[in-house]
């Protein structure tokens, strides 16, 4: 669903598509999928690779349990979502990106300095989940902002204030934004690489939307 919707173009699209996706539709078919291949030489749960992964997997967790810090996943979860309302939410500009884009990170170190997440591994921990799931928007938010700072021009629900017709309307850039943004992980504390892949159209030609 990315490629329809992207997330600074049709965000609320994309994040109800991707939450029935992620949570009901995957869970229920990528296994039978990934059993029915037919691939012969597909490594078994003995390969070293299987211990790599679990390795890093219990790692995390023991880590986000060890930190016995003072604030809730919740409450850094809300932190997070207040300055996404606010700094990068349907009508967005420069300024507000930019300082978005300062508070995450000092956000990010605090949650991994002062989270608090009670109980244990050994069973169904919803607040373990939540704070796994925290650090993984943490990283996800900043990345959509620096998406729609680089971004110069408006269209779908992006909207730069920056970027507007006299009349209010969206004023998008085709010549220089028509492709989809492909950002790389790069490592922790260092910033993303964006790669372009442009939008090939054959039978349509790209036109300015009004909504009036």
């Known amino acids: 669903n990315f490629s329809d919707h992207g997330a600074n173009r049709l965000g609320a699209s994309a994040l109800m598509q991707g939450l029935a996706d ?80 300062r508070k995450i990170p000092k ?23 939540h704070a796994g799931r925290v650090a993984d928007f943490l990283e996800f938010g900043e990345l959509m902002c620096r998406d729609a700072l680089q971004r110069e021009e408006s269209c779908g629900g992006h909207f730069r204030e920056e970027h507007q017709t006299p009349e209010g309307e969206a004023k998008r850039n085709d010549s220089k934004f028509s492709f989809v943004s492909a950002w790389q992980f790069k490592g922790e504390n260092k910033p993303p690489k964006l790669h372009k892949e442009p939008l090939t159209y054959e039978d349509v030609k790209m036109t300015q939307r009004s909504y009036k």
């Open 22 to 101: 992620g949570y009901f539709v995957l869970p229920y078919t990528i296994g039978q999928y990934l059993a029915d291949t037919g691939i012969e030489d597909r490594p078994n749960e003995n390969d070293p690779a299987f211990d790599i992964v679990q390795d890093e997997v219990e790692s995390h967790i023991d880590t986000l349990l060890s930190i016995k810090g003072k604030r809730t996943p919740t409450s850094f979860h809300r932190e997070l979502g207040q300055i996404m309302w606010d700094k990068c939410g349907m009508a967005r500009n420069k300024e507000g990106l930019e300082d978005a884009i």
């Open 107 to 129: 956000l990010r170190k605090e949650f991994w300095q002062n989270l608090l997440v009670p109980g244990k591994n050994a069973s169904l921990n919803q607040s373990l989940e």
